[in-house]
């Protein structure tokens, strides 16, 4: 007996810094990683970075912290 899972479709209660996509909780005023105000509720998917010395996709969008980000921010792929 196999169980299809389905990917959520409702949107976790965060907020994207426009500055560098990292994912903040919506009481937030200002983003946790660059400390910039400009948060959006404007957002799309995540990614996830546990262990940033051993993850080429950390390297390649240059995070040296385990972090959450958005992919995509008002628009613009981050």
Not at 12 to 37: D, F, I, M, V, Y
Request: with cysteine; aromatic share 2%.
């Amino acid at each position: 007996m196999s169980i299809a899972r389905k990917a959520p479709t409702k949107k976790p209660p965060l907020k994207a810094c426009r500055e560098c996509g990292t994912l903040n909780l919506r009481e937030a005023s200002q983003c946790s990683n660059c400390g910039s105000p400009n948060l959006t509720d404007d957002w799309e998917g995540i990614v996830i970075i546990l262990k940033p010395n051993s993850s080429i996709v950390g390297s390649k969008i240059g995070v040296d912290k385990p972090i959450m980000r958005a992919i995509k921010v008002a628009g613009r792929i981050v």
